[in-house]
Each structure stands twice: as C-alpha cells, then as structure tokens.
C-alpha cells in the first residue's frame, strides 16, 4: 500500500456490524431477564457435553425462556456446523 | 402537590449524564418551574460545577441525610434562575452514606416546600448509587450515546427501570421511560461510521425523546459553569431546550440529526 492510499483510507463503515451485534445481543439479554441464575452456568455445562458430539462454538447455543399463563418455558437451541456429528465421539472425552 | 421526581441515568459512564442534568434542571428553570437539582454521584461531586456553584457548598446531601443540616441550609440557590437549586452530592468516601430512608425524606421535603420538579443526577452503574437515585422516580431519562457498550447498558438499565423501582414494587404503573441520544455526530452516521438514531431506537424499541449534537460548546460551557442549554446559539443548548419542551409535552421536531450544510466560513473556523 502506497502512502497516498493510507492517507486517503477511510474507515470502514462499521455501524451495520454494530447494529447487528446490538440486535442480537441485548434479545439474549431481554430473554434471560430475571430469569434464574443458574441459567449461565446451565448453558456452559452444556456446551461442554454438546462438544462431545459435535463441533460447536458457545454462540451456536442459544436458550430462551419464555412464560405465557403460568407456563414456563426452556428452549435450547443449537446451529449444528455443516460437518455434522463427530466421527468419533465415543473418544471425544479424553481428547481434552 | 408533590414534585415530579426525574431521574438522569445510564449504566454507563461519562456519556453525559451531569451534562444533562444540569440543562434539563436549568430548562424547567428557565420555564417557571421550581426545580431542585440533586447530584447522586457521592465521593465523585460534579454537577456543583457544571452548574458554577462550586464555591458555594456548605452542606450536602449527605450532611441532610443525616440531620447535620436542614434541606434550606443545604439547597444551593442558582445565581441565574432564582426558581433553581442545586443539592450537592458530599465527597465522602462512604459508600453507605445514603439510605433509602434518608433519600425519601429529602424528596418528600421538597415536595412539601411546593417544587415541581426533582431532577436526580445518577452516579454510573448499576450499584447502590444508581439505585437509589432512580428507585423514587416518576420519570426517567435514559442517556445513551450512539455506541455498543452504551446501547447494550441504557438497555439494562430500562430493565431496572422497570423492576427495581418503587413505582414497579407497588404496581403503581410504570416509570415514564425518556431515551435521550447524546454525543451524536451526523456527518459520521452519513458515512456509516457511527449508528443511527433509527438503529438505537429499532434495538431498544422505544423512540428517542431528543438528540444532543457531539459539540464543543459543551465543553466551553463546562468550562463556565454555565449548563449548555444557557447558550441559546449553540445547536447543543437548542436540542436540549427541545427536548425539555418535548418533556413538558410540546411536540417538536427533531434538529441536528442531518449534516449541516456548512458556509465558507464555517468551514474554515468550524461551527
Ligand atoms: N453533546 C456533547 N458534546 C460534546 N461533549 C459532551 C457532550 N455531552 C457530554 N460531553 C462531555 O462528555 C464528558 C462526560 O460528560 P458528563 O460528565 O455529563 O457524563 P456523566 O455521564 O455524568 O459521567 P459520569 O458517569 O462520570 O457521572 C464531559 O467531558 C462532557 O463535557
Ligand atoms: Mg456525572
């Protein structure tokens, strides 16, 4: 990169990025509102045995409670990777 | 009559909460109301000088807390607007000096000495401090600048607001949630550098109440001990009148959100 080109770089317009880590972050945050503490904790645990099977980061897992009349509601969702399942996930423990 | 109790917050730190204190407090002032002024932030004293009373603290909230000074001893009169008073926040270390009990008695005596409004200066966080100056509010304004962290904290903070707030204990209705966007900077959303109004009003879904311009004249009015919305010239001090108005119930349209159109001359000294 010449020096003209980095005194004319500008940059990179980043608000979009932001707006969508804001959009998804403070959803989480609504969800899990006065929702019990041990939640976190829950979540990690999870990650923890889910990462047994399959290759997953802790943002493929998403919980969500949710109350309606009386209901509460858990769900736990996880963004399987396109490479599925591990091959050999019965080994999976000691490979930490 | 008792006084309507606002409470100036934002979980985050250094986004202009004193600044805003001291404008809205000066505004209702400047609209014949009688307003006090209560700076929240204990061991971290400020909005004495922003509002240019500094030199005159005796006593402060804390000594009134506990009975070392009466509220008329403690109640700094402004030297502009003789319908404003400023309640010094006290530089001791003790976190402990405020008590909820202590703070309702200082509200319900302002409301018996006939103010109409109460403006609470909130410390940053979401500790003691920022507890006890939004626990007794009516109304809430929210100050947020147009960055994550700050957007991620108001959000918190209108969750607290919500929950944690005498009003919300009692089931007395909801406290009036007013988000006011502050440090915004047009020319930076134009090019896609700085997020939008619309972007901070989508994410935490409740409309902005005003738009404070980025501007120097902050800092100079800072500098004077004069609050900003004084300065009647200055884009600053006019989107804070508007949105004193707009709290008062006027409508009006927002200003200061598009990049100027800038003149020669402004151009080269900056305006
Ligand atoms: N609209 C604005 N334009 C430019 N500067 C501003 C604006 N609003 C606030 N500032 C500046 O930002 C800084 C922080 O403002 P202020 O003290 O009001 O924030 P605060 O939220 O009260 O901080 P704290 O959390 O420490 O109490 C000050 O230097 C102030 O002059
Ligand atoms: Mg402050």
């Known amino acids: 990169m010449g020096i003209l080109d ?4 500008r940059p990179e317009p980043t608000a979009t990025v932001a707006r969508e880590r804001l959009r998804i972050i403070v959803a989480q945050e609504r969800s899990s509102r006065g929702a019990p503490d041990y939640l976190p904790m829950m979540r990690n645990e999870l990650l923890e045995v889910i990462k047994k099977y399959v290759h997953v980061d802790i943002e493929a897992i998403n919980i969500n409670l949710e109350r ?14 396109d490479g599925k399942a591990k091959s050999d996930a019965t080994n999976a423990t000691t490979a930490n | 009559m008792t006084a309507e109790i606002i409470v100036v917050t934002s979980g985050k730190g250094g986004v202009g909460k004193t600044t805003t204190s001291a404008s809205l407090a000066t505004g209702l002032a400047m609209a014949g109301k009688k307003v006090a002024v209560i700076d929240f932030d204990v061991g971290l004293r400020n909005l004495d000088l922003i509002m240019g009373c500094e030199r005159r603290v005796v006593y402060d909230f804390v000594n009134v807390v506990h009975g070392e000074a009466t509220l008329k001893q403690s109640l700094i009169k402004d030297k502009r607007y003789e319908n404003l008073f400023v309640l010094a926040a006290s530089q001791t270390r003790d976190k402990d000096a405020l008590t909820q009990e202590g703070v309702e008695k200082v509200l319900d005596s302002l409301s018996e000495e006939g103010f109409d409004y109460v403006i609470c200066d909130s410390p940053a966080g979401i500790e003691k401090g ?4 939004m626990y007794f509010a009516d109304k809430a304004v929210v100050v947020v600048n147009p960055e994550v962290s ?3 904290d108001s959000d918190r903070i209108l969750g607290l607001l919500a929950s944690k707030t005498r009003r919300a204990e009692r089931g007395e209705g909801q406290v009036t949630q ?10 930076r959303v134009a090019i896609g550098e700085m997020l939008s109004v619309t972007d901070v009003e989508d994410i935490l879904g409740i409309k902005v109440v005003g738009v404070i311009p980025e501007s120097e004249n902050v800092l100079t009015a800072s500098n004077n001990g004069v609050p900003v919305i004084v300065d009647t010239a ?4 006019q989107a804070y ?3 004193v108005a707009r709290i008062l119930g006027e409508e009006r349209p927002l200003r200061f959100i598009d990049v100027p ?3 020669f001359l402004q151009r080269v000294f900056g305006g």
């Open chain 1, 6 to 9: 980095f005194l004319k770089r």
């Open chain 1, 68 to 81: 309606d009349s009386g209901h509460e509601i858990l769900e736990l969702s996880v963004t399987l990777p």
């Open chain 2, 130 to 133: 920022a507890h006890l100056a």
């Open chain 2, 150 to 152: 700050s957007v991620r």
């Open chain 2, 178 to 187: 007013h988000l006011l966007l502050t440090r915004y900077n047009p020319a």
């Open chain 2, 234 to 237: 200055s884009p600053a001090g």
């Open chain 2, 241 to 243: 009148s508007d949105t």
């Open chain 2, 261 to 263: 159109k800038k003149g």
